[in-house]
Each structure stands twice: as C-alpha cells, then as structure tokens.
C-alpha cells in the first residue's frame, strides 16, 4: 500500500515568516495530495489539495506544489500568524476510479508553532 | 446542516467490556471512514464503507467490527476493550465524486479503556 512520510515532525517560526511542510509517497499511481489542519482538541480540516495534473495551487497565504517524477509535494504557508499554530497531515490517494475506494493514506503530522 | 456527529464525545471503558461509537453524516455520502488518532501516528484506518451494506478493512482492523445498515450511518464496535485501544476515534465521510473528494470529519471521540 501508499506509504507517507512527513517531515518536520515539529516546526517553529516566528510571525511573519514562512513556514515550509514536505511529504514524500511511495505509490506513483497516487493522484490527490490534500492538506488538513487539525486545532488542538479539534477535528482536522481541509485546507488545501492539489491533484496530479497540476503543479502548483495556492489559496491567499497557503500554496502546495507537487513533483510527480520525485514523488513528493509541499505545503508552503506565507506571512504565518498565531492562528496558523496547529498540527497538519499531508495525505495521499488515488481518486477517479472505483476499485481504490478514495483511501487516504495520511503522513504523521507536522506540529507547527507561530511564536508572536 | 450538522454534517458528522459522533456520540460518545467521551468514554472510559474498563478491559474487556464493550462499546459501540456511532457516527452519523447529513450530507448523504456515499463513503465513510472510522480512523483512530495516537500521538507522533497520525490518522490512521480503521475500516470503511463505500455504500449501505458494504464494510472494509483499514490499516489496523484488528479489535474492532463496523456496520453500516444506513447510508447515514456507520458504528464501530468494541468487542473486548484493551488498554493498547485508548485513543481518539474519528469518523468521516465523503462523495468522492464531482469536484470535491474531500473528506469531512466529525469531532471526534475520546475513548480510555483501563
């Protein structure tokens, strides 16, 4: 099956500076890379996806960019505030077509911390 | 709309007794999830369903059983509880179809098992 790894496991930066998140997989047929954010005692939360037909997304202060030859993708978070502290999942998975089911293969998760 | 709720919100079991965790969706998904939440290991797979009446199983099966009699529907059960299951349980649900493949979470269920 898909194997993610994540990396940092812990990540701290101060406000105002960019934080960088990356994940490898091991499944080249994988073609959805979401990222999720999950608050402390909260659920996790999609905050972006990428699909394997395009490079580079971005959404305001966050963008992820995916290497299918390399295998691996990146969350990349801008001008980072208080408010961005929390742990993020990178996930993969193969999606469009009915016998892989659309299972998540989710990495162990990055605690990033913004100190103010 | 409520999206995924999950009752119990919290639960303290003692070895070997039972329990059933119910989650429960609105927005008529097709497919549901049941991961569980260690610390430094991420989400992990339970089981799944992809329709009413259909189940399967996820990276760590062992210990638990789901149904899914109702599309808006999906129990995972405890048959014997162990301490090594204390965690947090979450369910999810999604359409897989269209332009979204994302996966919506409920809040989650703090399970300790003594």
């Known amino acids: 099956g898909e194997n993610v790894e994540q990396h940092p496991s812990t990540l701290s930066v101060q406000e105002g500076d960019s934080a960088v998140i990356k994940c490898t997989y091991s499944?080249?047929?994988?073609?959805?890379f979401p990222w999720y954010k999950q608050e402390l005692g909260k659920r996790p939360q999609l905050i972006i996806d990428?699909?394997?037909?395009?490079g580079e997304k971005k959404d305001q202060r966050i963008a992820v960019t995916l290497n299918k030859t390399a295998k691996h993708f990146s969350l990349h978070i801008t001008e980072t505030q208080p408010e961005d502290s929390a742990v993020y999942f990178c996930?993969?998975?193969?999606?469009?077509?009915?016998?892989?089911?659309?299972?998540?293969?989710f990495g162990r998760g990055t605690q990033l911390t913004v100190w103010p | 709309n409520a999206g995924v709720t999950q009752t119990p919100k919290f639960r303290v079991l003692k070895t070997g007794q039972s329990m059933t965790l119910l989650c429960a969706q609105d927005?008529?998904?097709?497919?549901m999830y049941w991961y569980r939440q260690d610390p430094g290991m991420g989400l992990r797979l339970i089981h799944y369903?992809?329709?009413?009446?259909?189940?399967a199983k996820g990276e760590v099966p062992d210990g638990y059983n789901v149904s899914r009699l109702k599309k808006q529907n999906f129990l995972l059960g405890l048959e014997s509880a162990a301490p090594s299951q204390t965690s947090v349980y979450f369910c999810a649900s999604s359409q897989l179809a269209g332009v979204s493949y994302e996966q919506f979470f409920g809040p989650g269920t703090r399970l300790t098992v003594l």
């Open positions: 996930a993969a998975s193969i999606v469009g077509r009915g016998s892989t089911l659309g299972r998540l293969y």
């Open positions: 369903s992809v329709g009413e009446g259909t189940t």
């Open positions: 990428i699909r394997s037909n395009v």
């Open positions: 927005m008529n998904h097709e497919y």
């Open positions: 499944d080249s047929a994988s073609n959805y």
